[in-house]
């Protein structure tokens, strides 16, 4: 099995000064593992949801000037890209891991995608974990905790993602550094596929 577990020197390579310095540390030692993640959920996200699914690992390309603070692998029905489709990711600031299913501002149906959700509002808010969390902005690493958000709060998150362009609505866990450096190979992974079919049920929502 490849090693996708992170280590120390994973989260210490967003403490790295200079693009191309940070670049070299994220292609050494992160990006090999988040290839090995895209190719192992690949054939689990392709069998739960009976679609072809891909994984496309950031390459943080059109960066000039300023490192990146976070990378990830992401997960979509869609060999070209993920940006415009509703997807998972995996990833990791210098701080934490986190592991996603989400909609962000690239996605032209966003719209009809928050329509579908508001009409799920209810069985959305009741089986989405207490210890999950949702992100308005996949750039910055502030999120709201399930158990702390009412009904009515989400319902105004999910009719801003509908009316809003530049809007985004990710949910699922967030694993601190801590947390993450206890996990082996299999605990990891594990980790990724629980959150992954937690998560499920609302990606079939906007597929449907």
């Known amino acids: 099995m490849k090693q996708t577990n992170l280590q120390l020197q994973d989260f210490a390579a967003f403490s790295v000064d200079g693009l191309e310095e940070r670049m070299t540390e994220i292609i050494t030692h992160i990006r090999p593992k988040l290839e090995a993640i895209g190719e192992h959920f690949v054939p689990f996200l392709t069998k739960e949801t009976g ?21 990830w692998v992401a997960f979509a ?8 489709m509703p997807h ?62 009412t009904k009515e709060a989400l319902q105004i998150m999910l009719e801003r993602l509908a009316k809003v362009k530049k809007a985004e609505l990710l949910v699922g ?30 990606y079939k929502v906007s597929r449907r």
């Open 77 to 84: 029905a869609n060999k070209r890209g993920y940006k415009m």
């Open 173 to 202: 866990v967030h694993l601190s550094k801590e947390e993450a450096l206890q996990l082996d190979n299999e605990s990891f992974l594990q980790r990724i596929q629980d959150t992954f079919a937690t998560l499920l049920p609302l």
């Open 51 to 71: 679609e072809t699914f891909f994984y496309h690992v950031a390459k943080h390309a059109r960066r000039t000037v300023n490192p990146p603070k976070d990378t």
């Open 88 to 149: 998972f990711q995996v990833g990791l600031w210098g701080t934490h891991v986190f592991i996603y299913f989400g909609l962000i501002y690239e996605c032209p149906e966003k719209a009809d995608y928050a329509a579908a959700y508001l009409e799920h509002l209810e069985d959305i808010y009741t089986s989405v974990p207490g210890q999950f969390v949702w992100s308005i902005d996949h750039t910055k690493p502030d999120v709201s905790l399930h158990s702390s958000l």
